[in-house]
């Protein structure tokens, strides 16, 4: 069975830092790429990163030099250290696999894990 599992959601304060995790089960790990996207309620998906396998990474303009995308390819897990956290960050985050190398073609999709930032 193909999974997804996020995790290290929660409430902190702003300027705080969370680190996300995103592992991975059921499939070559090693054949996708692992992207994170965030939601905010009544706004629409959002981008936020992506890594290949060789450690190649790729960020939004609005988080990059905040977050940072990493990948421990032997715990089949992806991670997003979120350093100075603003309000505006507060969604509900999700990873995905992208089988085309971090081109946008997702072929599986996490629950997501809620982030709250408080000012």
């Known amino acids: 069975e193909v999974q997804l599992v996020e995790s290290g959601g929660g409430l902190v304060q702003a300027g705080g830092s969370l680190r996300l995790s995103c592992a991975a089960s059921g499939f070559t790990f090693d054949d996708f790429a692992i992207a994170w996207f965030r939601q905010a309620p009544g706004k629409e998906r959002e981008w936020l990163s992506c890594?290949?396998?060789?450690?190649?990474?790729y960020y939004a303009d609005s988080v990059k030099g905040r977050f940072t995308i990493s990948s421990d390819n032997a715990k089949n897990t992806v991670y997003l250290q979120m350093n100075s956290l603003k309000p505006e960050d507060t969604a509900v985050y999700y990873c995905?696999?992208?089988?085309?190398?971090?081109?946008?073609?997702?072929?599986?999709w996490g629950q997501g894990t809620q982030v709250t930032v408080s000012s």
């Open positions: 995905a696999a992208d089988r085309s190398m971090c081109k946008g073609l997702y072929d599986y």
């Open positions: 890594i290949i396998s060789d450690g190649t990474a």
